[in-house]
């Protein structure tokens, strides 16, 4: 048990009606998990708002009710605070629940639209090869050390997150790299967290169906710079047009990335391979197992890190030549038939146009390119037909089919997509609801040294429909396929 007025600590408070000097069992924002003595933090969602379930909490045992405006009555015994923003006060409540664990450790956050997880999830690579113990906090997975659970979202609530900093301090983390959504700043998640360092990857078309413009997106991205205390680093990907917005009125210690420009940190690339990238950085060369133009720059994002947080530079090169490719990114496998079949998450127009961009350039072009690609349901609506061209204009064929429908109807969203084939580009194209089908017939389409690429889907390892989430793991799938196809 902890005393409520302990947990209330740079919370900006308007009113309180009862007694702040009780003990609290813990916090919760979903009514649903209120138990005996919790604190219930109502929060304004998108799809419901908590204030409308204060009085369940009530019943369900809470002792005190965190909300921006107070219910037209008060029950006997239980304390209300009114706060002018209830996620931010949330933030900083389980900051202090959890003893305000993120200045215990290193904690360095990476945002931007793409390459936020591969460079989260390889700088923990690189640091544990290094010989520390590390903490990940991404989309793909959360880990404490060698300790993994499962990530339901990019960047967790506040609560999810301290708990698991909380967890790292017990096992004796020094650093751990967290994912930065701009969900999770808007949000106000990333609240009361002491980060020594921030990176910026990229800003490309994403999330409009969250945020109403580009340019709000924009700035919510550059509002975790602009909070970044003196202390920390801010490193950012200078090639990029948003990139010198980041940094405008960040007080951190401004660094820089490019493979074009002039900047702190500079590659070049050597050599663009399927089996990866020969890079020079500082003047020394360095074999990596990434491919492409896109992950030049996360590994220079890695390696600015790297040295930003104290790593000799020569070291840190060698474990770069180490690091594996993270799942879902980029993942490849070929068959006895020499069928090259590529999963990779690129779900956004900008991370599409690279992915492909990246294989036209490494392959001979006397083979064909065959895109599976989707849109997922319920999210922004203007990418579809973006996405669609992109694929057409850069492969020979192209499926269009299912993603995440999720309640979204998958002929509507495919119908979308289709607008964007122009004229030239019909005939390249096949409409093929059903994922696991459409990645068959690309399959059954492909000949000896074709390339397969099954964009959208990455490292998830299901399909949602109509609310309802099954097994489906493109990686597999196609291998299955192949086998079956081929024998």
């Avoid at 007025?5 to 308007?14: C, N, Q, R």
Wanted: one cysteine or more; charged letters at 25%.
């Amino acid at each position: 048990m902890i005393i409520l007025k302990d947990i209330l600590y740079k919370v900006a408070i308007e009113s309180i009606k009862g007694s702040t000097d009780v003990a609290v069992g813990k916090i919760e924002f979903d009514s649903r998990k209120v138990e005996k003595n919790d604190v219930f933090v109502a929060i304004r969602g998108s799809v419901s708002d908590g204030h409308d379930y204060i009085q369940k909490a009530i019943e369900l045992g809470a002792i005190a009710i965190v909300c921006d405006t107070f219910p037209d009555t008060f029950e006997k015994g239980i304390t209300y605070i009114q706060v002018k923003d209830t996620n931010k006060a949330l933030a900083f409540m389980a900051a202090n629940f959890f003893g305000d664990p993120s200045k215990d450790l290193k904690l360095v956050g990476i945002t931007g639209t793409n390459g936020k997880t591969t460079i989260a999830s390889l700088l923990y690579q690189l640091f544990k090869k290094a010989g520390f113990k590390v903490g990940l906090l991404s989309t793909v997975k959360i880990l404490v050390d060698d300790t993994e659970y499962k990530a339901t979202h990019t960047t967790p609530d506040s609560i999810t997150i301290n708990h698991y900093l909380r967890e790292m301090i017990a096992a004796g983390v020094e650093y751990c790299f967290m994912e930065v959504s701009s969900h999770g700043i808007h949000q106000k998640r990333t609240e009361g967290l002491h980060f020594v360092g921030g990176v910026f990857t990229n800003l490309s078309h994403d999330h409009l169906d969250y945020h109403p413009t580009f340019a709000e997106y924009r700035d919510v991205k550059k509002s975790f710079f602009d909070n970044l205390p003196k202390t920390a680093f801010a490193l950012s990907n200078i090639d990029d047009k948003n990139g010198a917005v980041m940094m405008q009125n960040t007080v951190a210690i401004k660094r820089t990335y490019a493979l074009k420009s002039y900047a702190d940190y500079r590659a070049q690339i050597l050599e663009n391979q399927l089996s990866g990238l020969l890079l020079k950085i500082d003047g020394n060369e360095v074999w990596v197992k990434l491919i492409g133009t896109f992950n030049a720059y996360n590994v220079l994002a890695i390696y600015g890190t790297a040295i930003e947080l104290g790593l000799d530079g020569l070291e840190t090169l060698r474990l770069l030549s180490e690091l594996e490719s993270v799942s879902g990114r980029f993942q490849y496998i070929v068959s006895t038939t020499n069928i090259t079949a590529i999963v990779d998450y690129a779900h956004t127009p900008d991370a599409l146009e690279n992915v492909l961009k990246t294989i036209n350039d490494i392959r001979t072009k006397n083979e064909q390119l065959i895109t599976v690609v989707g849109c997922g349901g319920n999210r922004d609506k203007t990418k579809r037909p973006i996405m669609a061209s992109i694929a057409t204009e850069l492969s020979d064929k192209v499926v269009l089919t299912s993603d995440n429908p999720r309640n979204e109807d998958p002929d509507v969203i495919i119908a979308e997509m289709e607008k964007g084939v122009a004229a030239q580009n019909y005939k390249k194209v096949l409409t093929i609801t059903d994922r696991k089908q459409a990645i068959k017939t690309a399959c059954q389409l492909a000949q000896p040294n074709d390339i397969v690429i099954i964009a959208g889907k990455g490292h998830e390892t299901y399909q949602e429909i109509k609310g309802v989430r099954s097994d489906f793991d493109d990686m597999k799938i196609v291998k299955e396929i192949l086998e079956q196809l081929h024998k």
